[in-house]
C-alpha cells in the first residue's frame, strides 16, 4: 500500500525566518510562521474567515536560499513539503508536542517591489535542483494518477 505526506500552502509569512545551525549534526535550519486563511460560513449563515499559523521549517541548501533572497515576514509564500510531528521535554519535566512543515519547495510569490521583496524579485527553489528565477507563473502540478481509487484507504 503506498502512502502520502504532502503539504502544499500559500500565505504569508507571520515572522522573519530565523537561520541556525542544528545542536545535533550541525546541519543549517530555517524556521519561520505561515499565515493561510480560510472562509467558511457559520450556523448564521454569515461568512467568516479563520486564519492559520503553520510551523514552517527548511534544512540545509534550502535554508541558505531563504537566508540569501532576504525572505521576511509579510512576503507571500508557495510551500510544498511533508508534515512531521516531534516531542520533547521542556525544562519543566513537561512533554511539549510541536507539528511542522518540513519545506522542500517553496517559491516566493510576493511580486518585486511591493511588500518589501528581495531586488532579486520571485524565486523559487525544490530540493532536486538549483535555485531558478519564477517564470512569472503559478507551480505546475502533476496530472493526477489514473486508477478507480479503489485502493484508497476511505
Same mark, same amino acid.
Not at 534550502?62 to 537566508?67: F, G
Given at each position: 500500500?503506498?502512502?502520502?505526506?504532502?503539504?502544499?500552502?500559500? #500565505?504569508? /509569512?507571520?515572522?522573519?525566518?530565523e537561520?541556525?545551525?542544528s545542536?545535533? @549534526?550541525?546541519?543549517?535550519? %530555517?524556521?519561520? *510562521? =505561515?499565515?493561510?486563511?480560510?472562509?467558511?460560513?457559520?450556523?448564521?449563515?454569515?461568512?467568516?474567515e479563520?486564519?492559520?499559523?503553520?510551523?514552517?521549517?527548511?534544512? #540545509?541548501? /534550502?535554508?541558505?536560499?531563504v537566508?540569501?533572497?532576504?525572505?521576511?515576514? @509579510?512576503?507571500?509564500?508557495? %510551500?510544498?513539503? *511533508? =508534515?512531521?510531528?516531534?516531542s520533547?521535554?521542556?525544562?519543566?519535566g513537561q512533554?511539549?508536542?510541536?507539528?511542522?512543515?518540513?519545506?522542500?519547495?517553496?517559491?516566493?510569490?510576493?511580486?518585486?517591489?511591493?511588500?518589501?521583496?528581495?531586488?532579486?524579485?520571485? @524565486?523559487?527553489?525544490?530540493?532536486?535542483?538549483?535555485?531558478a528565477?519564477?517564470?512569472?507563473?503559478?507551480p505546475?502540478?502533476?496530472?493526477?494518477?489514473?486508477?478507480?481509487?479503489?485502493?484508497?484507504?476511505?
Amino acid at each position: 500500500m503506498a502512502y502520502l505526506n504532502k503539504v502544499m500552502l500559500i #500565505g504569508n /509569512i507571520g515572522k522573519d525566518p530565523e537561520v541556525r545551525m542544528s545542536q545535533t @549534526g550541525g546541519r543549517k535550519r %530555517v524556521s519561520f *510562521s =505561515l499565515a493561510t486563511s480560510r472562509r467558511y460560513r457559520d450556523n448564521n449563515g454569515e461568512q467568516k474567515e479563520q486564519t492559520d499559523w503553520h510551523n514552517i521549517v527548511g534544512w #540545509g541548501k /534550502i535554508a541558505d536560499i531563504v537566508e540569501q533572497l532576504g525572505i521576511r515576514k @509579510g512576503m507571500s509564500l508557495y %510551500v510544498e513539503g *511533508s =508534515l512531521t510531528n516531534r516531542s520533547w521535554t521542556d525544562q519543566n519535566g513537561q512533554k511539549r508536542y510541536a507539528t511542522e512543515v518540513n519545506m522542500d519547495t517553496f517559491q516566493l510569490l510576493t511580486p518585486r517591489g511591493q511588500g518589501g521583496a528581495p531586488s532579486a524579485g520571485q @524565486g523559487s527553489y525544490n530540493q532536486s535542483n538549483s535555485y531558478a528565477p519564477a517564470q512569472n507563473s503559478a507551480p505546475v502540478y502533476d496530472a493526477p494518477m489514473d486508477g478507480d481509487g479503489d485502493d484508497l484507504p476511505f
